[in-house]
């Protein structure tokens, strides 16, 4: 098989060395003569490994000792209603910055389960362009948390510079881009992120928490439901997805072995100034409809001149090895997410055929 390019928006491309690394751990893992998906879940070869991935998301972020990494199911979809569930007081209600489908689907469970407000929406027209300023926040002093969502994967926007919230606790929803550059990760109480797009593949969910946050927390849930749960027994209350934890394990420690965030952010930023570099350079031919200041590193939309062309664009790549860019089926058009994994050479390989492309139908 020749190689493949993959720009799906998630689950996405991983990186090369991670898959290789499980590919010769498959079989028998750390001499215990069977695999990383067979091992006791209580076993001291599964619980180092459990910790050593904990341990280089911390590393990685500079958390402090306040924040706790937590390993959780049921995708960032369930941290849409955990987080109401555990953090609106009785009466309360929290702040939602509404820049896409992610954001309208995290205010849909907070209004379930308590009450949630819009802070700001940048939706016009159905359709999501920008993130909005500062001064376009109308920020209620007494509300449980603001909510964000730090990158919008469909609409293909990200915020650059996150917002000042006061006193009141900011949470983010950063499962398109945490790790995709260095950020003050100790200023949000709450941060979480379904692995599939920037850290790993579907079936763990990453979730960072402000240990002080929980002394406020709702007691009064299920179990399984309570984030203090899964403090007290380190994401190990119940079965852990081992397997997607083991894989999270092995895209952390190519993370660090890169150079960590700060070689992140230059390689993504490298990848992007590229790819709309190309989309700029042929006017008339590709658009972006994303404001410029408003643009993703990870997920960049794209427009050509018909849904035909589209089409046709989509299948061409295909064809030479270039997959997954076809838009959100809500939005259209097009899209290339090029996660932390994606190689600057699959880039460089999109950018040379969207040359050509242009310069064929142009
Ligand atoms: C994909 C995505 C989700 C949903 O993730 P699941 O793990 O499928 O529940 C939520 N928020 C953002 C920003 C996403 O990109």
């Known amino acids: 098989m020749s190689k493949v390019w993959n720009f799906y928006a998630g689950p996405a491309t ?9 590919k010769a ?3 028998e893992w750390e001499g215990t003569g069977m695999s990383v998906m067979e091992i006791s879940h209580r076993s001291k070869e599964y619980d180092a490994l459990h910790h050593e991935a904990m341990d280089l998301m911390a590393e990685l972020l500079g958390l402090d000792d306040d924040h706790h990494v937590l390993f959780l199911q049921g995708g960032a979809s369930l941290q849409f209603a955990m987080i109401p569930m555990n ?12 820049t896409g489908a992610w954001s309208k689907k995290a205010l849909k469970e907070a209004k379930i389960v308590a009450s949630g407000r819009v802070a700001a929406t940048t939706e ?5 362009t920008r993130i909005p300023g500062q001064d376009e926040l109308d920020l209620d002093p007494s509300a449980a948390y603001v909510h964000i969502t730090s990158n919008n994967t469909i609409a293909g ?7 000042d919230t006061g006193d009141v606790p900011l949470v983010g929803d950063m499962s398109s881009d945490l790790l995709w550059r260095p950020f003050d990760a100790n200023r949000f109480s709450l941060i979480y992120a379904g692995a599939q797009k920037n850290l790993g593949p579907s079936g763990v969910t990453v979730v960072i928490v402000r240990k002080s946050w929980l002394e406020q927390a709702n007691q009064e849930l299920p179990t399984l439901l309570k984030y203090a749960t899964h403090v007290e027994k380190d994401s190990l209350y119940n079965t852990p997805p081992t397997f997607p934890i083991y894989m999270l394990r ?3 420690a190519w993370v660090k072995a890169q150079g960590g965030l700060e070689a992140m952010e ?11 570099g190309v989309i700029d350079g042929h006017p008339g031919f590709y658009s972006c409809p994303v404001e410029k200041a408003s643009r993703s590193v990870m997920n960049v939309v794209f427009r050509l001149p018909s849904e035909e062309l589209e089409a046709r664009f989509v299948a061409e790549a295909k064809e030479a090895g270039l997959v997954g860019l076809k838009g959100h089926r809500s939005v259209g058009g097009c899209r290339a997410s090029i996660y932390n994994a994606m190689e600057p050479e699959g880039v460089e390989a999109l950018c040379r055929f ?6 064929k139908h142009g």
């Not at 016009?124 to 999501?128: E, L, P, Q, V």
């Open 124 to 128: 016009s027209d159905g359709r999501f």
């Open 157 to 163: 926007t990200q915020w650059h510079e996150f917002p």
């Open 354 to 359: 969207m040359e050509a492309f242009a310069a």
């Open 14 to 22: 991983l990186p090369a060395e991670a898959i290789a690394r499980a």
């Open 266 to 276: 230059r390689r993504n930023r490298a990848k992007a100034d590229r790819l709309y």
């Open 250 to 252: 092995n895209t952390l």
């Open 87 to 98: 953090f609106i007081p009785e009466g309360g209600s929290a702040d939602y910055v509404i």
């Open 25 to 27: 751990d498959l079989p």
